[in-house]
């Protein structure tokens, strides 16, 4: 069931276009990822399904309504959300509490993000990590259906972005749909049942990441140094090869499906072992410059 359709979003800010023609929909109960460059329109098209901006064209439905009639289906974390600076943990989880009519109990969900052991640390002296784990608990309180997550891991270390990671898989086993807004490809490839990605201010492709990466050209690539001459016809007589490079000692052979073992086993059948052999398969940057000749970050 589509619980988010967006249809031909557009939206201009006086002669800026923002978001070109965007559409997409949003099955209950899965992380969608909205992944582009800095700047694409992803911000934009997620304040507009929020209902913090009127689009200039285009229709979008949460739950069948309106965003703005929608409202209390939806939890909104957006980038860079602002605290008073002297408001402790507790006191900015109560005040959101006190918003709606019927909410999450704020205990559980302190302790849900881990922030039970800051309940009265003011929030400026919470580290970046915390700061998001709260506002996940902030958007959390109104006891969303979706939660609309933008740019959640900015800014944190790899520890705490592997934290929050976990957190958003916790969240979407509750029965959560989660939009999160990335520029991290890492972050979209792990978490992400669909991605769309958005380049100026158009949906330049949407599947799941893997369907994505498969359909790159190479998406594989294996890299050894044969332990005795090789020929690169009896690679690239392998259905999997469609390329053999040298440099040096090395080889590197791209390709697609199951390359590696395919590769072994041809080597294994002429008695040549490789050595120093690394599997490189390809991400959603590969994706998005083959099909827009950019890089994503
Ligand atoms: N309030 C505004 N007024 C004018 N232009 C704006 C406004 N908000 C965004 N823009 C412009 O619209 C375009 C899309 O911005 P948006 O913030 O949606 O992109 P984004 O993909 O979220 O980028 P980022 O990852 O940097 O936040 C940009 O060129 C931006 O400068």
């Known amino acids: 069931m589509k619980v988010i359709e967006v249809t031909n979003l557009h939206k201009r800010y006086?002669?800026?276009?923002?978001?070109?023609?965007?559409?997409?929909?949003?099955?209950?109960?899965?992380?969608?990822?909205?992944?582009?460059?800095?700047?694409?329109?992803?911000?934009?098209?997620?304040?507009?399904v929020a209902g913090l901006r009127t689009p200039?064209?285009?229709?979008?439905?949460?739950?069948?309504?309106?965003?703005?009639?929608?409202?209390?289906?939806?939890?909104?974390?957006?980038?860079?959300?602002?605290?008073?600076?002297?408001?402790?943990?507790?006191?900015?989880?109560?005040?959101?509490?006190?918003?709606?009519?019927?909410?999450?109990?704020?205990r559980a969900l302190m302790e849900r993000v881990g922030l039970a052991d800051k309940r009265d640390t003011r929030f400026t002296n919470l580290s970046g990590g915390q700061k998001q784990r709260l506002s996940v608990a902030l958007a959390l309180v109104g006891?969303?259906?979706?939660?609309?997550?933008?740019?959640?891991?900015?800014?944190?270390?790899?520890?705490?972005r592997r934290d929050t990671w976990d957190l958003i898989e916790q969240i979407r086993a509750d029965g959560v749909t989660i939009v999160l807004v990335t520029h991290f490809m890492e972050e979209a490839e792990r978490l992400c049942?669909?991605?769309?990605?958005?380049?100026?201010?158009?949906?330049?492709?949407?599947?799941?990441?893997?369907?994505?990466i498969g359909q790159v050209e190479e998406s594989?690539?294996?890299?050894?140094?044969?332990?005795?001459?090789?020929?690169?016809?009896m690679l690239l007589a392998v259905p999997e090869v469609t390329g053999v490079r040298r440099n040096g000692e090395q080889l590197t052979v791209t390709g697609r499906g199951n390359l590696a073992p395919a590769v072994t086993l041809a080597l294994a059948e002429h008695q040549i072992v490789p050595t120093d052999l690394r599997i490189e398969q390809a991400t959603l940057e590969d994706v998005f410059l083959a099909l827009t000749g950019r890089k994503l970050s």
């Open 14 to 48: 006086r002669d800026q276009v923002a978001v070109d023609d965007v559409s997409f929909a949003v099955d209950e109960g899965e992380i969608f990822g909205v992944l582009g460059p800095n700047g694409a329109g992803k911000t934009t098209t997620v304040e507009c």
């Open 56 to 106: 200039t064209s285009g229709t979008i439905t949460v739950g069948g309504r309106t965003p703005l009639e929608a409202k209390h289906l939806l939890g909104v974390q957006l980038q860079s959300a602002q605290l008073p600076e002297k408001i402790k943990v507790w006191e900015a989880l109560d005040l959101f509490a006190s918003f709606y009519r019927d909410p999450a109990d704020w």
């Open 143 to 160: 006891k969303p259906r979706v939660a609309i997550l933008d740019e959640l891991t900015t800014g944190l270390d790899p520890q705490a």
């Open 193 to 212: 049942d669909r991605v769309a990605l958005i380049s100026s201010g158009r949906v330049v492709a949407m599947d799941a990441p893997s369907a994505l």
């Open 220 to 233: 594989q690539r294996v890299r050894f140094r044969p332990s005795a001459p090789v020929e690169d016809a």
